[in-house]
C-alpha cells in the first residue's frame, strides 16, 4: 500500500513537536509528505497539566485531531496523536504510557490508528526542599525531562511548565513557595511531547506500527489497515486435553469490510496445564 499514498500530503495537527517523531517515519515508509497544521491550539482538546479535561476517550482526542487537520490543512488525509497514562496492564502499579497515532483517511473512508505502548515515568513530588527538589529531577531525567511546578495549596496561584534549565527550576521553585500557605511545591514530569524523551520515543514507535498496518491491504478490497483484530483462545492442555483460554489463532481483518483472514499460529501445540481452568482450577 505504500504506493497508495506516495506523493501524497497528510497534515499533522499539533504543537508539541510531533511531527519530528511521526514525518520521518511515514515519509520513508509511504512516500508521502507528511505536513505540519499549526493553526489550532490542541491544548482545548485537553491537557496532561490538567488545565483543560479530555472529552472522550483517547482514541476519540486522536481521531478528532485528524478529522480537524483535514478540515484545516484542506486534504484528504489527516493525522492525530494522543498519549495516555495509566497503571500497567499486568499489575496495574507500574505506571505506563499508551501513544496512538492515527491516519483518517477521507478518499477511502476508512480510519487506521497505530499503537505503542510501555512503561512510563510520571512521578511527582511534593516538598518545600530545594535539594529533594533537584533529587527529584535527577531522577526524571531533568533538563532533558522537562517539569512542571505549582504550589501546593492554592489552584488560584497557576503553575509553570516547560522548565528546561535549572535557573528556570530555581525561579519556579522560589514562585511556588511564595504561593503555598505550607511553603510546599508539588513537581512533577511535564508530559507534553516536546518536553518529554520518552514520550516521543513511544510516539514514533506508533507511528511505525501506524506505517506498517498502512502497508497491509485488504485482500478483498485492499483497502489499508489489514490488520490482528482478535485472537481465537482454545490451545488445548497439554495434560487433559480441554481448551485454554490461550489463542490457537489471529484473526486479521478489514477495516472498511467485512472480510476476516484466520492465521494459525506457530509454537507450542498444547499449553501449559498453569493455564487450564481444570488442571489449574
Not at 497514562?85 to 496495574?92: E, K, L, R
Request: aromatic share 6%; glycine share 10%.
Amino acid at each position: 500500500m505504500a504506493s497508495a499514498y506516495a506523493g501524497q500530503r497528510m497534515v499533522l495537527l499539533t504543537r508539541h513537536g510531533k511531527q519530528a517523531q511521526i514525518g520521518p517515519v511515514l515519509d520513508a515508509a509511504l512516500g508521502c509528505t507528511v505536513e505540519l497544521n499549526a493553526s489550532y491550539d490542541t491544548d482545548r482538546l485537553g491537557t496532561f497539566t490538567r488545565e483543560v479535561g479530555r472529552a472522550g476517550s483517547q482514541l476519540e482526542a486522536a481521531r478528532h485531531k485528524a478529522r480537524l487537520a483535514i478540515e484545516l490543512g484542506d486534504c484528504a488525509f489527516g493525522l492525530g496523536s494522543e498519549g495516555a497514562f495509566f497503571g500497567d496492564p499486568v499489575s496495574g502499579l507500574l505506571p505506563w504510557n499508551r501513544e496512538l497515532v492515527v491516519l483518517v483517511d477521507a478518499e477511502r473512508d476508512v480510519e487506521v490508528c497505530g499503537v505503542a505502548h510501555g512503561p512510563a515515568w510520571n512521578n511527582h513530588r511534593q516538598t518545600g526542599d530545594w535539594n529533594e527538589l533537584l533529587v527529584f529531577a535527577d531522577a526524571a531525567g531533568f533538563p532533558d525531562q522537562q517539569l512542571v511546578l505549582r504550589p501546593l495549596d492554592s489552584v488560584q496561584a497557576g503553575l509553570r511548565k516547560g522548565i528546561g534549565d535549572r535557573e528556570a527550576l530555581a525561579a519556579a521553585f522560589r514562585w511556588a513557595v511564595s504561593q503555598s500557605a505550607s511553603a510546599t511545591v508539588l513537581v512533577e514530569a511535564d508530559l507534553r511531547a516536546h518536553c518529554s524523551p520518552r514520550r516521543r520515543q513511544r510516539i514514533a514507535e506508533a507511528a511505525t506500527d501506524l506505517a506498517r498496518r498502512l502497508c497491509s491491504p485488504c485482500p478483498q478490497c485492499a483497502a489499508p489497515g489489514f490488520w490482528l483484530c482478535e485472537k481465537r483462545p482454545g490451545l488445548p492442555c497439554a495434560w487433559c486435553g480441554e481448551p485454554t483460554d490461550l489463542a490457537v489463532a489471529d484473526i486479521h481483518g478489514c477495516v472498511r469490510c467485512a472480510h476476516r483472514q484466520e492465521r494459525a499460529l506457530g509454537g507450542a501445540a498444547e499449553a501449559d496445564p498453569a493455564h487450564c481452568r481444570i488442571c489449574n482450577p
